[in-house]
Structures are given as structure tokens and as C-alpha cells.
């Protein structure tokens, strides 16, 4: 269904910088899961460059093998294993599904997932990204080092996670809190991906920084205290700090997500979550379309004064 629905949109005309931002913004808070914060953290990764490489190709590339579709299947195919024989599949040695031990040896099932998927991300995703970005910014004859830099929110994202969860001094996993922290993770990272789509569609300045990264900055300086001398913070305190920054994630999230939607459907004229009887301002027929999935009046570069700038 995820690869299906810009076709539906364009065959009934209503495809629209509005159905993009929604599509993939609401693919950004799907990353959240009590599966482990590797785990969970890594589909992050793609998700990002992918975002990344469209802001500056205008072009979201889907390779042969990707998350829409192979993804999802795969995902669900463990999923189900999981769920017929029992989480203690991922700790069997590898051998006992495949008799190789002169390659797998003692390794388990979860020893070689990590490899596994970082693997696939820096193999078969991120040099596609990197090379698409690169050939775009060369054909516009502009800089290229640069957007590097834009690499700063998952940056700062990835290593303030890590800095958080992985301290001995934190207790989040210890007490079990993963799965709120996961949840609390989607709406940030949404938030960081949706901004780029939204300067995107808007060919506004790549977003650097959101709010919501403050708080993330400052549970892993709270975790990490005892490094500065200072005493740690108990496990009382850190969970209603992740409680509150739970409450905060969700409430400017979706004050920004109304706000946009509400500028985006005034601006075109159309509804959300809506199909009207007559096609979307500027689209004669659900084939009038570009390659990318917007009729040429849906284009971002008349939108300038759509942002909104709270952060």
C-alpha cells in the first residue's frame, strides 16, 4: 500500500505538496519499536538520507531492494517467526537453522543482526544518496562539500542517543523504559525529517536544527553526569524527565503538524484527508503529472511564504 498511494492520488487528482509532507512524515513516526534501541534506531538512518538526497535531487529514489516494499516484508516475516517460535529465536545458535558451523560457529541469530543491517545501510543505501546528491549539486554547478554538513541534526541525533542509553549511569534500560523512549525518538526524528520535506516543497534553506533535540541533548548530559563529577541523577528523576519530554515531543509535533496543514490546505485550496469531486487546483486529469508525483502548479517554487518558522 505504501508504494501504491501517489499513483491513487495522481489517478484521481489530487496529488499535491500536501500528500508528500503527509506521506512520509507520518513513514518518519514508524520507526519507533520495543524490538531494541539498535534496532529501532537504525531505520532512522535511511529514512534521513533518503529525505537528504530529495531535498536536493527533487527525486525520491527507490532502488530494487528497498524499505517500502522488501523492507516491510522482511520486517513482517520476522515478526511473525518471532511471534510462532517465541523470542528465544534470536539467541539459537545459527547452526541450528543452518548447518555451517566452519562459517557461523557459535554465533546466534542476534550476533550477526547488528552486521546485518548496518551492512545494508552502508553498502546498498547511503553511497547511492551520496552519489545522487553529488551529481545533482554538479549538474547546478554548486558546491559540494557543504551538504555534508546537513549530515549535523542525525549527527547529534544518533550520538546523543547513544551517549543517553548506553551510559552505565543511565537507567532508562535498566528499569525498562525503552518503549517510551522509542516513542518519544519518532516524534523527534519525525519532526527532523518533516522540516527537510517541508524546506523542500518550499525550496526554503536545509533545516538544521529543531527544538526538540534539546532535550535529547540534555538527557544524555543528565546520564552522563558521574563522568563530571557531579552525582548521578536517580531513576525516579530520569524517567519523568523522559515523561516530560515525551509530553513535550508530542505537543509541539503536532502543533507544527496542524499548523502546516492547515497553511499548505488554505494555500492550494483543498481539503485534508479529503477527496474532492474535481481535481486539485492545476490538475487537469489524474495523468498530468511529473515524474515526482506533483502536477507542475504543485511545484514548491512559488511557496516561500508557507514556513512555518518557530524553530
Given at each position: 500500500m505504501d508504494n501504491i498511494d501517489g499513483k491513487q492520488a495522481r489517478r484521481t487528482g489530487q496529488s499535491s505538496g500536501l500528500g508528500e509532507l503527509f506521506d512520509h512524515g507520518i513513514d518518519s513516526l514508524n520507526w519507533a519499536s520495543p524490538k531494541g534501541?539498535?534496532?529501532?534506531?537504525?531505520?532512522?538512518l535511511p529514512m534521513f538520507f533518503s529525505t537528504w538526497e530529495t531535498y536536493h535531487t527533487h527525486t525520491l529514489y527507490l532502488g530494487y531492494f528497498n524499505g517500502p516494499t522488501?523492507?516491510?516484508?522482511?520486517?513482517?516475516?520476522?515478526?511473525?517467526?518471532s511471534g510462532y517460535y517465541g523470542p528465544q529465536i534470536w539467541t539459537q545458535p545459527m547452526t541450528d537453522f543452518i548447518d555451517r558451523p566452519d562459517i557461523f560457529g557459535h554465533y546466534s541469530v542476534v550476533d550477526i543482526w547488528i552486521p546485518i543491517i548496518l551492512g545494508t545501510f552502508f553498502v546498498?543505501?547511503?553511497p547511492a544518496c551520496v552519489i545522487n546528491v553529488i551529481r545533482?549539486?554538479?549538474a547546478n554547478n554548486l558546491?559540494?562539500?557543504?551538504?555534508?554538513?546537513?549530515?549535523?541534526?542525525?549527527?547529534?541525533?544518533?550520538?546523543?542517543?547513544g551517549s543517553w542509553l548506553y551510559s552505565p549511569y543511565s537507567t532508562i534500560m535498566r528499569e525498562n523504559h525503552l518503549v517510551l523512549?522509542?516513542?518519544?525518538?519518532?516524534?523527534?526524528?519525525?519532526r527532523m525529517t518533516t522540516k527537510i520535506i517541508l524546506a523542500h516543497l518550499t525550496r526554503q534553506p536545509f533545516p538544521y536544527w529543531?527544538?526538540?533535540l534539546l532535550p535529547l541533548i540534555g538527557g544524555a548530559i543528565l546520564g552522563n553526569l558521574p563522568r563530571a563529577g557531579l552525582p548521578a541523577v536517580t531513576a525516579s528523576a530520569e524517567v519523568w524527565y523522559l515523561r516530560a519530554y515525551?509530553?513535550?515531543?508530542?505537543l509541539v509535533y503536532f502543533r507544527w503538524a496542524i499548523l502546516v496543514i492547515n497553511s499548505i490546505c488554505g494555500y492550494l485550496g483543498i481539503n485534508c484527508l479529503t477527496i474532492t469531486e474535481k481535481p486539485a487546483p492545476g490538475q487537469t486529469s489524474g495523468k498530468a503529472q511529473t515524474d515526482t508525483g506533483m502536477s507542475s502548479s504543485h511545484r514548491p517554487t512559488k511557496k516561500r511564504k508557507l514556513v512555518a518558522r518557530d524553530d
Open positions: 534501541v539498535f534496532t529501532a534506531l537504525v531505520p532512522c522488501e523492507g516491510l516484508i522482511l520486517a513482517c516475516t520476522f515478526m511473525s517467526l546498498a543505501h547511503l545533482a549539486r554538479r558546491p559540494v562539500a557543504t551538504v555534508f554538513l546537513e549530515w549535523t541534526p542525525m549527527a547529534v541525533f544518533v550520538t546523543s542517543i523512549f522509542c516513542l518519544t525518538m519518532s516524534f523527534v526524528f519525525g529543531t527544538i526538540m515525551f509530553v513535550f515531543a508530542v
